[in-house]
């Protein structure tokens, strides 16, 4: 079997008949469809059982008490079969024709990796700017340098891997329950060991909007786990740079890192007082990140996430906070 499609399912009825119309759509019909219900409390149990009986061997299903994405997601990859993972959530679509997009792009150049585009659009119209590089197929070595510079890698979402490279023998419940960077986590193993990437610069899957505001939703806990996960990242890096040190991923991963938290602070002040924020903004100067960045790649942030990240160092967390609460005024306008 060629593709397992991973799909964790938590409370999205009325989008999964959609999404797994999608997967019907495909011109490619060598798959199988993983399930995994992480507990839902509205009608997508029912769903996932429906489509395994009208698919009949194509489809497994896995019921489970809530445990969050991350192992749900692991959960389906554990007992799937497929020569290539892909993943999909249960609210967002395929393009009818990604499978059989990627599966040219693995027939032509036997990669590990499949990276592709994503649209906000249901016509699959593609975002300017989302392409992330020029080049349509990227060495292990350049793949893990284009992962330490930016989080753009991250998604689980947007890649076919192979099945050696997916992570069939990691642990991940060291992590416990991410509220984000369960992506990146699993991301880490697979351009570890991948040996190519290649890249199809088109949209084949559809993300659908968020209407929920980051600024409202965001709390403490997602520090710790950005933390604990950039702990992660950065353990990676290292490991890189001493297989070959000209890579220099531990210092674009620190500074990608930086940027993240910038961008934290951002979102985290612009819904919180001064009083409220200053012990966060606090842990955020002495985070090992912003210890250890190399000032030189703090020139390739923007104008305000690098005044951010030098008040930062500095522990200057009251100016941070304003500044913050600035940037956020202007970005609503």
């Known amino acids: 079997m060629r593709f397992s499609i991973i799909i964790p399912v938590y409370n999205v009825e ?22 995994v219900d992480d507990g839902s409390t509205d009608g997508s149990p029912g769903l996932c059982d429906s489509f395994r009986d009208a698919c009949k061997n194509t489809v497994k299903v896995i019921h489970q ?8 997601r692991r959960a389906g990859i554990e007992i799937s079969e497929g020569d290539y993972v892909v993943s999909l959530d249960g609210d967002d679509l395929l393009r009818s024709d990604a499978l059989e997009k990627i599966g040219s792009a693995i027939d032509l150049q036997r990669p590990d990796v499949v990276y592709y585009d994503f649209s906000r659009s249901h016509d699959f119209s593609p975002i300017k700017g989302s392409r992330l590089s020029a080049r349509t197929r990227l060495t292990r070595d350049e793949a893990q340098q284009l ?10 979402c947007r890649k076919a891997v192979s099945r050696r490279c997916v992570g069939l023998d990691a642990d991940f419940s060291r992590f416990g329950r991410l509220n984000m960077g369960e ?7 697979v351009f570890d060991r991948a040996e190519s990437t290649v890249f199809l610069n088109e949209p084949l899957y559809y993300y659908r909007p968020n209407a929920a ?14 933390q ?10 290292r490991q890189w740079d001493s297989a070959c040190p000209k890579l220099c991923c531990y210092k674009k991963m620190t500074a990608r890192c930086v940027e993240e938290l910038c961008h934290f602070v951002l979102h985290y002040a612009s819904a919180r007082s001064c009083a409220d924020s200053l012990e966060v903004l606090h842990k955020v100067s002495k985070s090992a ?7 030189r790649f703090l020139r390739t942030f923007g104008l305000h996430s690098r005044l951010l990240a030098v008040l930062l160092r500095r ?3 009251g100016p941070a906070w304003a500044l913050a609460r600035i940037g956020s005024f202007f970005r609503r306008k």
């Open 14 to 35: 009325p989008y999964l008949s959609e999404t797994l119309g999608s997967v019907l759509a495909q011109g490619c019909t060598d798959y199988e469809v993983v399930l």
């Open 65 to 72: 008490k809530n445990k969050g994405l991350l192992a749900a």
């Open 147 to 156: 992962f330490s510079e930016t989080n753009r890698m991250n998604s689980m």
């Open 183 to 189: 992506d990146a986590v699993q991301s880490c193993i």
């Open 213 to 226: 505001s980051i600024s409202s939703n965001i709390t403490i806990d997602y520090l710790r786990d950005m």
């Open 228 to 237: 604990k996960v950039q702990a992660e990242l950065l353990k990676y890096a």
């Open 289 to 295: 990140p912003l210890e250890d960045c190399d000032g």
């Open 315 to 317: 522990s200057l967390v």
